[in-house]
Every structure is written in C-alpha cells, then in structure tokens.
C-alpha cells in the first residue's frame, strides 16, 4: 500500500501565503517525480508545479515567480510554497507521485486526497 498525504490548505486573504506538504509513505522502491496539481471551481485539473528526482523543475505560467516547488528526498515530501496568492489560485490542491514499486522495476502513480486553498479578496 502507498499512501499520498497532503496538508497545509486553508484560508488566506490575497497577497498572503501558504505551504503545502506531501508525504509519500508505504511500501516502495524510490519516489520519482512528483507534482502539485490544482482543479477550480470548473473541475478542470490543472498542472501547477513539477519536480524531478533531480530537482528539475517546472511551473505553470500564472504561478512564475509565486510559487516554489521543493521536496525533500529523505523524507519523500514535497513542498508547494504559495506567496503572493490571489482569489484565482482557489482551488483544490493535489499531490502527484510517481513511485517505484519494492521490485524496482515498476513505476506507477498515486494521487493524494487534496486539500482545500481559498484566497479571499
């Protein structure tokens, strides 16, 4: 079993900010790739932020420059951390794993349950 576990959503009036975890937990290999993604009030999920084993990363045109993805490889956590936050980055906010399996040889992708991220104007 793998579990994907986000928190640090909220209420936070714009100009503020936040920061999102995510921990990947459970019997597995290595943790890969590993991504922020958000869906709206249109149900339309969307990438926010992505990051390499590496560190690579890559962002969404309107999150350039507010948001920072980082992650943290002993932990198998990932962070979003939001400045700068504006009514339209309300969304819900998911946490992507890639993960190989205790096999090695397996990749597969698990999706965390989402936090909630209201910005009031």
């Known amino acids: 079993q793998v579990q994907v576990v986000e928190s640090g959503g909220g209420l936070v009036q714009a100009g503020g900010s936040l920061r999102l975890s995510c921990v990947v937990s459970g019997s597995i290999f290595s943790v890969n790739a590993l991504g922020w993604y958000r869906e709206g009030p249109e149900n339309k999920r969307e990438l926010v932020a992505g990051i390499t084993t590496r560190g690579i990363t890559n962002y969404a045109d309107s999150v350039k420059g507010r948001f920072t993805i980082s992650r943290d490889n002993t932990r198998n956590t990932v962070y979003l951390q939001m400045n700068n936050l504006a009514p339209e980055d309300t969304a819900v906010y998911y946490c992507?794993?890639?993960?190989?399996?205790?096999?090695?040889?397996?990749?597969?992708?698990?999706w965390g349950q989402g936090t909630q991220v209201t910005v009031s104007s």
């Open positions: 992507s794993a890639d993960v190989t399996d205790t096999s090695g040889k397996t990749w597969y992708n698990y």
